[in-house]
């Protein structure tokens, strides 16, 4: 097997050198990304606002103007950075997966490099995914749970407004597309582990119902304590760990037909090479 993989030993000072270019690599792809996103950080502000809008138009206030605060001078200066820290790592990451790819490749054989890149591939797509769910139909309906406990005020009672702080809406978007998204990474690594023999789609299945809990458990770390979002995560989880069932069961198919498949081909190589042996 040694014809399959990249085997040139090399001293640890050279593996050391490598790391540092690809890292090199992947820290300024992040940093060139940042300042772009930086640049554009008002106009990305406001697309991350439109879910907030489309929450409003839900709730019947449409002729209601869009409004977010800040309280400190800095904040929103801050609230910048962090939205050109976070477009700069959605940008950047194939080029740091990549990086990772390239530095991890040579130890691994042909055919472990052909089954990885499908899930390196699969992975910001199941990403972006579960980001566009957050955007387009998770966040307005947060934002509308939150919207429908104004008051609009009267005699006897205050008149209560929703006015986000653009620090704290920024910390709530970001929350819930992080949280999908990493839920949404969860037919990949289950795949992954089905492949290296870690679980079966036998012990996914036993196992589902303490599955079922812990969806419930993680939505209420990662989200929002509101019973909309938290919901709302939780379902998903549960649909893609069914789908994470199916796809370990897709493995052990393959790896069972290609067990098939080589004794077949031993048995025949055993025949051929005896034809006369029952003679």
Not at 84 to 96: D, K, N, R, S
Not at 168 to 183: K, N, P, W
Not at 247 to 275: G, H, I, K, W, Y
């Amino acid at each position: 097997m040694t014809d399959d993989i990249e085997d040139k030993p090399q001293p640890l000072l050279s593996h050391l050198m490598e790391l540092r270019n690809r890292l090199m690599w992947a820290v300024g792809a992040f940093f060139l990304a940042f300042l772009l996103c930086f640049g554009f950080a008002k106009p990305l502000f406001n697309m991350l606002v439109q879910p907030f809008t489309w929450a409003v138009d839900w709730a019947g206030m449409s002729d209601r103007k869009i409004e977010l605060i800040y309280t400190a001078p800095q904040e929103f200066f801050f609230t910048q950075i962090k939205i050109g820290m976070f477009g700069g790592l959605v940008l950047a990451f194939p080029m740091i997966a990549a990086q990772l790819y390239k530095f991890v490749a040579p130890g691994l054989y042909k055919n472990e490099r052909g089954a990885f890149l499908p899930f390196l591939v699969a992975s910001p797509l199941l990403f972006l995914l579960g980001a566009a769910l957050v955007y387009f139909f998770f966040t307005p309906m947060v934002m509308w749970f939150f919207l429908s406990m104004e008051q609009t005020g009267g005699t006897g009672e205050a008149s209560i407004m929703l006015l986000p702080k653009v620090s704290e809406y920024l910390s709530l978007i970001m929350t819930l597309i992080f949280a999908f998204g990493l839920v949404f990474q969860l037919p990949v690594v289950t795949t992954l582990l089905a492949r290296v023999g870690l679980v079966s789609s036998q012990g996914l299945k036993d196992k589902r119902k303490y599955a079922i809990v812990a969806a419930f458990i993680a939505a209420a770390i990662l989200t929002p304590p509101d019973p909309v979002s938290q919901i709302g995560l939780a379902l998903p989880t549960i649909l893609l760990y069914e789908i994470a069932i199916y796809c370990a069961r897709l493995v052990e198919r393959q790896r069972a037909a290609r067990a098939a498949s080589a004794e077949t081909d031993e048995t025949s190589s055993s025949a051929d090479a005896d034809p006369e042996g029952d003679a």
